[in-house]
């Protein structure tokens, strides 16, 4: 089988939203490739290692392959995504100088040839993340998360969820309830379980995000703990009629998101709403170009900032309501 493979060259801060154009085409699967020059700074504080090779890609930089049906029009796909791209750059997001492309593949040229990349990898103190088809021991005290994210979602090595787990490690003592909202392939919900969570409810408006999720739910043996939703953000919060009821009991101990700026200031009300007082919100998914605007808008919401943590040009908040 033929696929239709388009790559845009852009900028990692663009890479996320680009991403997202690409899978609402229904792309079959999409890779990014960022910038793997001996100067891009590497986090080997918990003995971590890179098995990726070192690239031409400049600092900053970013490759994004999606890949369509051979029946698709590559044509016709990179009319629409070409405008979408420089929209971003009303919303503050810099995709640079972009190019697109497109060629034709077998799919035995990507639909495995990623996974030879995909090692095990330490996250934090505690957690370390393995792919299903890998053999691994773990060490003393070490809480292995079992994911096969598929090609519709990343390794949850990307900065802005390592980001999260460790930030989960700090603040998950035992016996919390969790909102993950934005759960895509479900590695934060399944961290904070690992970390000692009661339950989470894991929330995500992409329906092969929740087949995703709850898969590596399964994987991980926490079908019991961990409850998948189909849900625009705390939507479902509103809606516990339509939807059945929900395996936590709001308000909760914490919520975290991984998405984007934009979109974390769009429910903040909603987060605070959804937290007991003394809760915390984790925060993530924020480029350094909008840490002043997520600051501003936590705080106008009534949260206290607690911390923040940084990896790259990437910042996670650590906001508790009072």
């Known amino acids: 089988m033929k696929w239709h493979e388009i790559t845009v060259e852009t900028t990692e801060e663009a890479t996320e939203m680009i991403s997202n154009f690409l899978h609402e085409l229904d792309a079959g699967g999409v890779s990014i490739e960022e910038s793997g020059t001996l100067n891009k700074p590497r986090d080997t504080s918990l003995g971590q290692w890179y098995e990726h090779p070192l690239n031409d890609i400049p600092e900053g930089q970013a490759v994004i392959k999606a890949y369509f049906y051979e029946e698709a029009d590559p044509e016709e796909i990179m009319e629409t995504i070409r405008p979408r791209i420089e929209q971003l750059r009303e919303f503050d997001i810099d995709p640079g100088d972009f190019i697109i492309s497109a060629a034709l ?8 040839a990623w996974k030879q990349y995909f090692k095990p990898i330490r996250v934090s103190e505690r957690l370390t993340i393995k792919p299903t088809w890998e053999d691994y021991a773990p060490g003393p005290d070490e ?10 979602f990343g390794t949850g090595t990307h900065p802005t969820t390592a980001l999260c787990l460790r930030t989960l490690e700090s603040v998950i003592q035992g016996g919390e309830e969790v909102i993950d909202v934005g759960t895509g392939s479900g590695v934060l919900a399944i961290g904070a379980m690992k970390l000692g969570a009661k339950r989470v409810l894991a929330l995500d408006l992409d329906p092969v995000a929740v087949s995703s999720a709850t898969e590596n739910t399964r994987l991980n043996g926490l079908e019991d703990s961990i409850q998948v939703h189909l849900s625009d953000l705390l939507g479902i919060l509103q809606a516990k009629e339509e939807s059945g009821p929900v395996n936590v009991s709001v ?26 007082p003394g809760g915390t919100y984790i925060a993530s998914g924020i480029w350094k170009n909008k840490e002043a605007d997520v600051e501003a808008g936590l705080l106008k919401a009534g949260f ?12 996670a908040f650590v906001a508790v309501r009072p």
């Open 105 to 112: 593949v077998d799919d035995e040229d990507w639909a495995n």
């Open 143 to 152: 809480r292995i998360i079992e994911l096969d994210p598929g090609m519709a």
């Open 251 to 276: 308000p909760v101990d914490v919520v975290v998101a991984n998405i984007l700026a934009e979109i974390i200031l769009l429910f903040l009300d909603d987060v605070y709403a959804a937290l007991k």
């Open 304 to 315: 206290t900032i607690k911390d923040r943590q940084r990896d790259q040009d990437w910042i």
